[in-house]
Protein backbone atom coordinates (compact mmCIF):
# COMPACT_ATOMS: atom_id res chain seq x y z
CA UNK A 1 0.00 0.00 0.00
CA UNK A 2 2.71 2.47 1.05
CA UNK A 3 4.77 1.72 -2.42
CA UNK A 4 1.23 2.38 -3.97
CA UNK A 5 1.25 5.97 -2.36
CA UNK A 6 4.77 6.49 -3.43
CA UNK A 7 3.96 5.58 -7.45
CA UNK A 8 0.81 7.69 -7.13
CA UNK A 9 2.36 10.14 -5.46
CA UNK A 10 5.12 10.35 -8.03
CA UNK A 11 2.81 9.85 -10.89
CA UNK A 12 0.52 13.04 -9.84
CA UNK A 13 4.13 15.46 -9.45
CA UNK A 14 5.20 14.44 -12.95
CA UNK A 15 1.73 15.35 -14.31
CA UNK A 16 1.84 18.82 -11.93
CA UNK A 17 5.03 19.68 -13.10
CA UNK A 18 4.79 18.67 -17.17
CA UNK A 19 1.33 20.64 -17.06
CA UNK A 20 2.87 23.63 -15.14
CA UNK A 21 5.64 24.15 -18.31
CA UNK A 22 2.96 23.51 -20.65
CA UNK A 23 0.64 26.21 -18.88
CA UNK A 24 3.53 28.19 -18.73
CA UNK A 25 5.15 28.02 -22.16
CA UNK A 26 1.44 28.81 -23.57
CA UNK A 27 0.39 31.88 -21.22
CA UNK A 28 3.51 33.82 -20.58
CA UNK A 29 3.20 35.34 -24.27
CA UNK A 30 -0.30 36.63 -23.65
CA UNK A 31 0.65 37.71 -19.73
CA UNK A 32 3.90 39.50 -21.10
CA UNK A 33 1.76 41.09 -23.74
CA UNK A 34 -0.64 42.32 -21.41
CA UNK A 35 1.85 43.67 -18.74
CA UNK A 36 3.44 45.75 -21.62
CA UNK A 37 0.26 47.33 -22.26
CA UNK A 38 -0.25 48.30 -18.76
CA UNK A 39 3.09 49.18 -17.94
CA UNK A 40 3.19 50.91 -21.44
CA UNK A 41 3.84 54.81 -20.30
CA UNK A 42 1.85 56.92 -22.95
CA UNK A 43 1.12 60.43 -21.79
CA UNK A 44 -0.56 63.03 -23.84
CA UNK A 45 1.67 65.07 -25.93
CA UNK A 46 0.91 68.28 -27.68
CA UNK A 47 -1.36 68.43 -30.49
CA UNK A 48 0.17 70.13 -34.07
CA UNK A 49 -3.65 71.60 -34.70
CA UNK A 50 -6.28 72.63 -32.47
CA UNK A 51 -8.21 69.61 -30.71
CA UNK A 52 -5.85 67.31 -31.96
CA UNK A 53 -4.60 65.52 -29.09
CA UNK A 54 -0.84 63.71 -29.71
CA UNK A 55 1.24 60.92 -27.54
CA UNK A 56 4.74 60.73 -26.64
CA UNK A 57 5.99 57.04 -26.89
CA UNK A 58 5.14 54.11 -28.90
CA UNK A 59 0.64 53.71 -28.49
CA UNK A 60 -0.16 50.80 -27.67
CA UNK A 61 -4.20 49.72 -27.76
CA UNK A 62 -4.32 45.83 -27.79
CA UNK A 63 -2.86 42.80 -26.61
CA UNK A 64 -2.69 41.79 -30.33
CA UNK A 65 -0.99 44.14 -31.35
CA UNK A 66 1.86 44.52 -28.14
CA UNK A 67 2.23 40.77 -29.09
CA UNK A 68 3.25 42.06 -32.83
CA UNK A 69 5.24 44.42 -31.61
CA UNK A 70 7.29 42.90 -29.36
CA UNK A 71 7.66 40.18 -32.09
CA UNK A 72 9.02 42.59 -34.26
CA UNK A 73 11.44 44.17 -31.74
CA UNK A 74 12.52 41.49 -29.63
CA UNK A 75 12.06 38.52 -31.48
CA UNK A 76 10.62 35.16 -31.03
CA UNK A 77 12.77 35.55 -27.20
CA UNK A 78 11.36 38.49 -26.47
CA UNK A 79 7.64 37.09 -25.85
CA UNK A 80 8.89 34.31 -23.17
CA UNK A 81 10.53 36.88 -20.96
CA UNK A 82 9.10 36.28 -17.22
CA UNK A 83 8.91 32.50 -17.98
CA UNK A 84 10.75 31.08 -15.32
CA UNK A 85 9.92 33.16 -12.56
CA UNK A 86 6.23 32.78 -13.49
CA UNK A 87 7.02 28.64 -13.36
CA UNK A 88 8.49 29.06 -9.91
CA UNK A 89 5.61 31.29 -9.19
CA UNK A 90 2.87 29.18 -10.30
CA UNK A 91 4.96 26.24 -8.99
CA UNK A 92 5.01 27.79 -4.83
CA UNK A 93 1.81 29.23 -5.21
CA UNK A 94 -0.17 25.35 -5.51
CA UNK A 95 2.47 23.80 -3.07
CA UNK A 96 1.27 26.95 -0.29
CA UNK A 97 -2.32 26.14 -1.37
CA UNK A 98 -1.78 22.34 -0.58
CA UNK A 99 -0.19 22.94 2.72
CA UNK A 100 -3.01 25.72 3.92
CA UNK A 101 -6.35 24.74 2.03
CA UNK A 102 -5.43 21.30 0.85
CA UNK A 103 -6.18 22.16 -3.31
CA UNK A 104 -4.16 23.66 -5.92
CA UNK A 105 -4.60 27.51 -6.31
CA UNK A 106 -3.27 29.19 -9.54
CA UNK A 107 -3.23 33.03 -10.63
CA UNK A 108 -2.93 33.37 -14.51
CA UNK A 109 -2.67 36.63 -16.60
CA UNK A 110 -6.31 36.92 -16.40
CA UNK A 111 -5.58 37.74 -13.12
CA UNK A 112 -8.13 35.40 -11.16
CA UNK A 113 -7.32 33.40 -8.23
CA UNK A 114 -8.94 29.75 -7.79
CA UNK A 115 -9.02 28.33 -4.71
CA UNK A 116 -11.13 25.74 -2.84
CA UNK A 117 -13.82 26.26 -0.17
CA UNK A 118 -12.34 26.39 3.08
CA UNK A 119 -12.93 28.49 6.86
CA UNK A 120 -13.00 31.86 7.18
CA UNK A 121 -9.48 31.48 9.44
CA UNK A 122 -7.83 29.36 6.43
CA UNK A 123 -8.90 31.75 3.92
CA UNK A 124 -7.88 35.01 5.79
CA UNK A 125 -4.36 33.13 6.84
CA UNK A 126 -4.27 32.46 2.89
CA UNK A 127 -4.82 35.83 1.78
CA UNK A 128 -2.21 36.99 3.93
CA UNK A 129 0.14 34.42 2.82
CA UNK A 130 -0.67 35.25 -0.97
CA UNK A 131 0.08 38.78 -0.51
CA UNK A 132 3.18 38.01 0.95
CA UNK A 133 4.23 35.33 -1.97
CA UNK A 134 2.85 37.34 -4.74
CA UNK A 135 4.32 40.72 -4.11
CA UNK A 136 8.13 39.98 -4.82
CA UNK A 137 7.12 37.32 -7.66
CA UNK A 138 5.06 40.66 -9.16
CA UNK A 139 8.02 42.87 -9.37
CA UNK A 140 10.50 40.20 -10.92
CA UNK A 141 7.82 38.49 -13.26
CA UNK A 142 7.13 42.30 -14.74
CA UNK A 143 10.88 43.54 -14.59
CA UNK A 144 12.00 40.50 -16.51
CA UNK A 145 9.04 41.29 -18.87
CA UNK A 146 9.84 44.64 -19.64
CA UNK A 147 13.32 45.05 -19.19
CA UNK A 148 15.55 45.93 -22.36
CA UNK A 149 18.27 43.37 -21.82
CA UNK A 150 18.10 40.13 -23.41
CA UNK A 151 18.04 38.06 -20.35
CA UNK A 152 20.22 34.90 -20.28
CA UNK A 153 17.97 31.54 -21.30
CA UNK A 154 19.85 28.90 -19.57
CA UNK A 155 18.64 27.72 -16.57
CA UNK A 156 20.86 28.04 -14.05
CA UNK A 157 21.70 29.61 -9.97
CA UNK A 158 24.46 32.10 -11.94
CA UNK A 159 22.07 33.17 -14.49
CA UNK A 160 19.57 33.70 -12.04
CA UNK A 161 21.76 35.56 -10.06
CA UNK A 162 22.89 37.58 -13.05
CA UNK A 163 19.25 38.08 -14.52
CA UNK A 164 17.98 39.75 -10.72
CA UNK A 165 21.27 42.16 -10.54
CA UNK A 166 19.97 43.71 -13.91
CA UNK A 167 16.64 44.32 -13.09
CA UNK A 168 16.55 45.04 -9.42
CA UNK A 169 18.44 47.79 -8.19
CA UNK A 170 21.95 47.04 -5.82
CA UNK A 171 19.68 47.98 -2.74
CA UNK A 172 17.12 45.47 -3.30
CA UNK A 173 19.21 42.37 -4.41
CA UNK A 174 21.06 43.27 -0.67
CA UNK A 175 18.06 43.50 1.04
CA UNK A 176 15.01 41.98 -0.75
CA UNK A 177 12.63 42.69 1.76
CA UNK A 178 12.75 46.46 0.87
CA UNK A 179 10.27 44.96 -1.71
CA UNK A 180 7.94 45.28 0.54
CA UNK A 181 7.45 48.86 1.23
CA UNK A 182 7.76 50.15 -2.38
CA UNK A 183 5.54 53.01 -2.26
CA UNK A 184 1.72 52.03 -3.19
CA UNK A 185 3.03 47.96 -4.19
CA UNK A 186 1.45 46.24 -1.23
CA UNK A 187 -1.72 48.41 -0.71
CA UNK A 188 -2.19 47.57 -4.47
CA UNK A 189 -1.44 43.57 -4.44
CA UNK A 190 -3.05 43.13 -0.40
CA UNK A 191 -6.01 45.13 -1.62
CA UNK A 192 -6.69 42.81 -4.60
CA UNK A 193 -5.56 39.51 -2.93
CA UNK A 194 -8.48 40.22 -0.27
CA UNK A 195 -11.11 41.41 -2.74
CA UNK A 196 -10.57 37.85 -4.79
CA UNK A 197 -10.06 35.40 -1.67
CA UNK A 198 -12.11 36.62 0.57
CA UNK A 199 -15.01 39.44 -0.95
CA UNK A 200 -15.61 37.40 -3.77
CA UNK A 201 -15.82 33.87 -2.01
CA UNK A 202 -18.00 35.35 0.37
CA UNK A 203 -20.45 36.58 -2.19
CA UNK A 204 -20.32 33.18 -3.44
CA UNK A 205 -20.99 31.98 0.16
CA UNK A 206 -23.96 33.57 0.34
CA UNK A 207 -25.28 33.47 -3.32
CA UNK A 208 -24.72 30.18 -4.56
CA UNK A 209 -25.25 26.99 -3.57
CA UNK A 210 -25.71 22.99 -4.17
CA UNK A 211 -27.99 20.22 -4.08
CA UNK A 212 -26.92 16.91 -3.27
CA UNK A 213 -25.95 15.84 -6.39
CA UNK A 214 -23.51 19.22 -6.85
CA UNK A 215 -25.96 21.03 -9.02
CA UNK A 216 -26.88 25.10 -8.57
CA UNK A 217 -30.03 25.52 -6.33
CA UNK A 218 -30.88 28.63 -7.45
CA UNK A 219 -29.66 29.77 -11.42
CA UNK A 220 -30.98 33.19 -10.71
CA UNK A 221 -28.76 33.45 -7.82
CA UNK A 222 -26.25 32.21 -9.87
CA UNK A 223 -26.32 34.95 -12.84
CA UNK A 224 -26.33 37.56 -10.10
CA UNK A 225 -22.80 36.33 -9.00
CA UNK A 226 -21.60 36.38 -12.51
CA UNK A 227 -23.19 39.99 -12.66
CA UNK A 228 -21.01 40.59 -9.49
CA UNK A 229 -18.10 39.41 -10.63
CA UNK A 230 -18.47 41.28 -14.28
CA UNK A 231 -18.72 44.35 -12.09
CA UNK A 232 -15.74 43.45 -10.09
CA UNK A 233 -13.69 44.30 -12.89
CA UNK A 234 -14.09 47.96 -12.72
CA UNK A 235 -12.61 48.21 -8.95
CA UNK A 236 -9.57 45.35 -9.63
CA UNK A 237 -8.61 46.23 -13.51
CA UNK A 238 -6.84 49.50 -12.35
CA UNK A 239 -5.48 47.80 -9.18
CA UNK A 240 -4.03 45.77 -11.49
CA UNK A 241 -2.41 48.20 -13.94
CA UNK A 242 -1.43 50.24 -10.60
CA UNK A 243 0.40 47.08 -9.32
CA UNK A 244 2.28 46.68 -12.54
CA UNK A 245 3.16 50.45 -12.60
CA UNK A 246 4.60 50.26 -9.41
CA UNK A 247 6.09 46.96 -9.91
CA UNK A 248 8.33 48.24 -12.75
CA UNK A 249 9.40 51.41 -10.30
CA UNK A 250 13.10 51.44 -9.19
CA UNK A 251 13.38 53.36 -5.92
CA UNK A 252 16.64 53.37 -5.48
CA UNK A 253 19.50 53.67 -7.96
CA UNK A 254 20.99 51.61 -10.06
CA UNK A 255 23.65 51.12 -12.98
CA UNK A 256 21.98 49.33 -15.42
CA UNK A 257 19.42 51.52 -17.57
CA UNK A 258 15.66 50.30 -18.00
CA UNK A 259 15.57 51.93 -21.88
CA UNK A 260 18.48 50.56 -24.47
CA UNK A 261 18.64 53.90 -25.96
CA UNK A 262 22.28 54.37 -24.37
CA UNK A 263 25.86 53.91 -25.46
CA UNK A 264 25.94 49.99 -27.13
CA UNK A 265 27.53 48.31 -24.19
CA UNK A 266 27.04 50.61 -21.23
CA UNK A 267 24.24 51.16 -19.04
CA UNK A 268 22.29 54.29 -17.43
CA UNK A 269 25.62 55.69 -15.67
CA UNK A 270 27.90 53.83 -17.73
CA UNK A 271 28.27 50.58 -15.83
CA UNK A 272 29.87 47.91 -18.60
CA UNK A 273 27.31 45.33 -19.20
CA UNK A 274 27.89 41.75 -18.08
CA UNK A 275 29.50 39.27 -20.62
CA UNK A 276 26.50 37.75 -22.29
CA UNK A 277 24.24 39.72 -21.55
CA UNK A 278 22.86 42.56 -24.81
CA UNK A 279 19.82 44.58 -25.89
CA UNK A 280 16.80 42.63 -26.03
CA UNK A 281 15.83 45.93 -29.10
CA UNK A 282 18.61 46.76 -30.74
CA UNK A 283 17.06 50.10 -32.07
CA UNK A 284 13.91 50.51 -30.08
CA UNK A 285 12.16 49.42 -26.95
CA UNK A 286 8.96 47.76 -27.11
CA UNK A 287 7.13 50.34 -24.26
CA UNK A 288 7.75 53.68 -23.45
CA UNK A 289 8.26 53.78 -19.26
CA UNK A 290 7.74 56.85 -16.94
CA UNK A 291 11.21 58.70 -16.25
CA UNK A 292 12.67 57.31 -13.04
CA UNK A 293 13.33 61.19 -12.19
CA UNK A 294 9.57 61.34 -11.35
CA UNK A 295 8.48 58.36 -9.46
CA UNK A 296 4.85 57.61 -8.72
CA UNK A 297 5.17 58.34 -4.70
CA UNK A 298 2.37 55.85 -3.63
CA UNK A 299 -1.31 54.38 -4.72
CA UNK A 300 -2.64 57.31 -4.55
CA UNK A 301 -0.22 59.42 -6.22
CA UNK A 302 -0.03 56.45 -9.08
CA UNK A 303 -3.44 56.90 -10.01
CA UNK A 304 -3.96 60.59 -9.84
CA UNK A 305 -1.11 61.07 -12.54
CA UNK A 306 -1.80 58.15 -14.18
CA UNK A 307 -5.24 59.77 -15.21
CA UNK A 308 -3.77 63.38 -15.29
CA UNK A 309 -1.23 62.46 -17.85
CA UNK A 310 -2.14 59.55 -19.66
CA UNK A 311 -6.03 60.31 -19.35
CA UNK A 312 -8.71 57.65 -17.08
CA UNK A 313 -8.46 54.95 -19.71
CA UNK A 314 -5.33 54.36 -18.96
CA UNK A 315 -6.37 52.24 -15.93
CA UNK A 316 -8.65 49.95 -17.43
CA UNK A 317 -6.44 48.91 -19.93
CA UNK A 318 -7.32 45.01 -20.83
CA UNK A 319 -10.43 45.30 -18.80
CA UNK A 320 -11.56 42.29 -20.44
CA UNK A 321 -9.34 39.65 -19.78
CA UNK A 322 -10.23 40.38 -16.24
CA UNK A 323 -14.03 40.42 -16.85
CA UNK A 324 -13.50 37.29 -18.57
CA UNK A 325 -11.09 35.50 -15.86
CA UNK A 326 -13.29 36.95 -12.99
CA UNK A 327 -16.34 34.89 -14.78
CA UNK A 328 -14.80 31.87 -15.74
CA UNK A 329 -13.65 31.87 -11.57
CA UNK A 330 -17.42 31.60 -11.22
CA UNK A 331 -17.39 28.04 -11.99
CA UNK A 332 -14.84 27.07 -10.03
Not at 27 to 43: D, E, W
Not at 89 to 116: N, R
Not at 258 to 284: I, K, N, T
Amino acid sequence: MGFEFVVTLVAALIVLIVAMFIGTAFTTPFHGAVIRLRANYNPKGVGLEEGQENRVGPTLTTVLGTLQRTKRVEGWVGLWKGAYPSLCYTSLLSLVSILFIGAASTKGPKGAYTVPEASGLKMALFTVVLTLISLPFTVIINRCIITPYALPMKPTIANAKLSLRLILTPDEYAKPWTLYIAPGLMASVGIHAIWVTIVARGVKWLLVSYDELGMINSPVLFCLFLIFQLASSIFLTPLEVLSTRLSIQRNSYSPYAVASQHESGMGAAGAVLPDGVGWAGLEEDVIGLRPEEEPYEGFVDAARKIVEEEGAPALWRAWWLTALGNVLSAFS
